[in-house]
């Protein structure tokens, strides 16, 4: 049984080790995309500050902050967030189609770009001071983990979405149109997906968990790719 000394440590551990992989991964993730527009000819980010690495230029307090704050707390099983979206004008892409493709890219790209950095850092952690060895390899852990989660549930093939942009863009037009008039209900389609649907099929008493298909599988598959490739496995 823990004493409040212990749930407090415990507390402050969890927390050093998860804000700033969540910070950083939440706001390069929306850096990336930003950055991808400017190149791509739409510089209406650039103008707003948004190609930067300052994370506070990123963070939105409550999908940056609260929610992903209130996961940690509550030890969710999983955990997710957003910062202030980029504007990106899509007519001003030099090739407004296929820009939109390589923008919607961007960010899981750069989160699956920091987990692999995340996993070499940790080979320089045995010659850290021993005071901030566990710490920093903690951090680094979670690093991994939490890219590599935004990265795939940011692919879902679901408008806002990067993976739904990603699909309207590579589909036949017509079925693009399609895909992209889902927008306004996209939020409320994926909730429906990985959050009613399991308590339904639960409540039914189906073995059937939605979530580990589309994102715990993947995610899971990704880090072990990521691990293999880095050679920690």
């Known amino acids: ?41 739409d510089d209406t980010a650039l103008r707003q500050g948004r190609v930067s690495l300052n994370p506070m230029r990123h963070i939105d307090m409550i999908g ?11 030890a969710a099983p999983m955990i997710f967030g957003w910062a202030k ?15 939109m493709v390589l923008v919607a890219a961007a960010g899981p ?14 080979y320089a952690t045995p010659f850290m ?16 983990k939490i890219n590599v989660v935004l990265a795939v549930f940011n692919l879902f093939p679901i408008p806002p979405l990067d993976g739904g942009r990603i699909l309207v863009g590579l589909l036949p037009k017509p079925l693009g149109q399609k895909l992209a008039e889902l927008e306004p209900y996209g939020f409320m389609i994926l909730i429906g997906l990985v959050f009613i649907l399991p308590m339904l099929a639960d409540m039914l008493r189906l073995d059937f968990d939605l979530l580990d298909y589309i994102l715990v599988i993947p995610v899971q598959a ?5 691990t293999n490739l880095v050679g920690l496995a």
Do not use: K
Request: proline letters at 6%.
């Open 85 to 99: 979206p980029v504007p990106v004008n899509f007519n001003r892409l030099r090739n407004p189609r296929y820009g």
């Open 109 to 122: 790209a750069m989160n699956i770009v920091l987990a692999v950095v995340a996993a070499v850092a940790l």
């Open 129 to 144: 001071p021993s005071f901030v060895f566990a710490w920093l390899q903690d951090n680094l852990i979670f690093a991994m």
């Open 1 to 41: 049984m823990f004493d409040n000394s212990d749930r407090i440590a415990h507390a402050i551990q969890t927390a050093t080790t998860s804000i700033l992989p969540i910070l950083f991964a939440i706001t390069m993730h929306e850096a990336a995309h930003a950055l991808a527009a400017a190149r791509l000819g």
């Open 64 to 74: 940056t902050v609260l929610l992903p704050g209130l996961m940690l707390i509550f």
């Open 222 to 226: 990704v880090l072990q790719l990521i």
